[in-house]
């Protein structure tokens, strides 16, 4: 592991810049109310290509909250390693001051009132205005959308991803790779990915019958940019499969693939590439490790962990670039690339603060155009919350436990379970909870919430092996998401330990009895990966609770103690 | 073919059953190398085994020995009831010492490659591979 200090002294000497990081301090510009446009975009146009990186917007079209987690442990290697940093930490590891516009986009403390003087962010009409700017000091940008772009709200569920293909159509990407989409079914999936003016990648997406590269989606791409010819090689999320229903998708298979990943990087370079990208979807960590042992790859492009780092994290000779979720920020690379190899990098993670940017105009009647039909359902207002709802964290958020308690009440259960997700965005304390922000947190193709009887043997089996997908000390065998959310039960877990050893003192909460391996519990959940899945769809449920609730407040939840951290 | 929701959990469930804790190698997978190998010492390297991580499907999973100069390769699930999967012979005048096939996997386990040189030695290759419940990804 090259600490910070390293990799800027290495990149000092590669590129002989100041620093690679353009990620600006402007803590004492926002109390002065001074914080502008220009400041977020302002960037010394460096070296002769430049890259501009979104990923994981998950269909949000509009400006949102999105709290970072406060809990992201890292194992093996990784472990207090970036993006495995949160809080005060993370801003200490960056030189970030507390209160900072950096510190509200980057870190979870103070989050309400931070939230309250800094506005919302994203929305994809501010993120054009950040692409138009970059491209307006740069033409021939290529713009690389890492996936997770046709999955995660009410209009883009019902649209079947069509209201996001159409607004990104508009910010023109150059190469698109993917993950949620291929939940739409492949039927689908095809029929998008061969309407779109650009190339779909994936150098892991094979034809499941035969073993093959699929023939609609190519591995990489060659462009020529500012006289350099550019290699971007796509690298979809490895474990749809199994963290997502195969029966939607079963034409396909995935997996990490290192050797076909290294005989592409072999290919591209004998066809001449003077830079290799890979855009991304197999998560920070498992980014780290490809990189450490495929040789060849300048920048990584690194998606599907939700991560967002101020700075590139160099492994060897590549640097991984990580950009957030929900359309947070956008990333700007700039890079000299001369006599054959890169020689200096430039980068900026440019957070989206909407009330900041200026929405594009065209972009933003666009977007106001899919949402149209759907307006009077997005807005409708089904309660109110009094505590603030937010996901991300590696064990609970606060959003899963309401979606916990509306499971245990409206479907009768001892014990409910929330998939260990992170994306959907967050609602401040005082705020009304409106229809589109609980399909914001909820929509997907497989919603519907099962009740079914389990053992406390099988549960806990289900919190082993999740828990296994998410510690397993070697990224290879992660998948990416967080733990399981549990309400009704409490637990113990011991990150530190193998499967089968990590959950004990499994607890039922209403009694404060022991969970018995060999007793039979009312479990209710919802996201199975089963075909033919039966129950109400999560976010009628959600919704029913909410309307009955009135006000939401919710008490903190202690329920999980962990260990070995 | 649609399952009715008991069906889904009773897979489910038997699914569970047999991912629960890596399998251990058992005796047979060690009976079946020493039958493979004379009990003559196996070197690591020289053997290519291409398996997935994480299983998609651990009824049917993918797998892949190559090993230049091989006479026969001998390919185990080591935590199987049974632990044989194939055994490929090459012929003299073979373009290529390579060979694909699929295998069922009863839970997460190392799947072992042996390979007889020409010269009478022998090559080890390795990977585990892990099945799991799946669901929950980010």
Known sequence: MISRRDFLQVSMAASALYGASGFGNWGRLAAQQTLTQDQLLEFETFGNVSLIHVTDIHAQLKPIYFREPSINLGMGDNKGAVPHITGADFRKAYGISDGSPSAYALTYDDFTSLAQGYGRVGGLDRMATVINAIRADRPDALLLDGGDTWHGSMTCHKTEGQDMVNVMNALAPDAMTFHWEFTLGSERVNELVESLPFTSLGQ?????????????????????????????????????????????????????????????????????????????????????????????????????????????????????????????????????????????????????????????????????????????????????????????????????????????????????????????????????????????????????????????????????????????????????????????????????????????????????????????????????????????????????????????????????????? | MTFSRRDTLALGAGAVAFSFMPFQVSAAADEAIAAFTGGAEVAEGGITLTAPEIAENGNTVPVSVDASGAMSILLLATGNPTPGVATFNFGELAGSQSASTRMRLAGTQDVVAIAKMADGSFARAASTVKVTIGGCGG
């Open chain 1, 204 to 565: 892991n997406i094979f034809d499941a019958e035969w073993d093959e590269p699929a023939e609609l989606f190519k591995p990489y791409k060659m462009f020529e940019r500012g006289g350099v010819k550019v290699a971007v090689i796509g690298q979809a999320f490895p474990y749809m499969p199994i963290a997502n229903p195969r029966w939607m998708f079963p034409e396909y298979s995935f997996g990490i693939r290192e050797d076909n990943m290294r005989e592409m990087v072999a290919e591209v370079r004998g066809k001449g590439a003077e830079l290799v990208v890979l855009l991304s979807h197999n998560g920070f960590d498992v980014d780290k490790k490809m990189a450490s042992n495929v040789d060849g790859i300048d920048v990584i492009l690194s998606g599907h962990t939700h991560d967002a780092l101020p700075e590139p994290v160099l492994i060897g000779k590549t640097h991984i670039i990580a950009s957030g979720s929900n359309g947070k920020f956008v990333s700007r690379i700039d890079l000299d690339v001369r006599d054959g190899e890169m020689k200096g990098i430039k980068h900026k993670l440019i957070p989206i603060f909407s009330d900041v940017i200026t929405p594009d105009a065209d972009v933003a009647k666009l977007i106001d155009a899919q949402r149209a039909p759907y307006e009077a359902e997005l807005k409708e207002v089904i309660g109110k919350t009094e505590s603030l709802l937010y996901r991300r964290g590696n064990f609970n958020g606060s959003w899963d436990d309401l979606i916990c308690d509306a499971l245990i009440s409206e479907r009768e259960a001892d014990i409910a379970m929330s998939p260990g997700v992170r994306w959907g965005p967050s609602i401040l304390p005082g705020q009304e909870i409106t229809r589109e922000d609980i399909w914001n947190v909820t929509s997907m193709s497989y919603g519907e919430a099962y009740r079914s009887e389990m053992t406390g043997e099988f549960i806990h089996t289900i919190l082993e092996d999740v828990g296994d997908n998410l510690f397993n000390p070697d990224p290879y065998y992660q998948q990416g998401g967080d733990m399981v959310r549990i309400g009704g039960m409490g637990y113990k877990i011991d990150v530190s330990k193998p499967q089968g050893e990590r959950i004990t003192d499994m607890t039922l909460l209403k009694t404060g009895e022991k969970i018995d391996p060999a007793k039979t519990y009312v479990v209710a959940g919802w996201a199975s990966v089963n075909e033919g899945t039966e129950g109400p769809q999560i976010w009628d449920v959600v919704e029913d609770h909410i309307k009955k609730q009135g006000t939401i407040k919710l008490e903190p939840n202690n329920s999980v103690q962990v260990t070995g951290a």
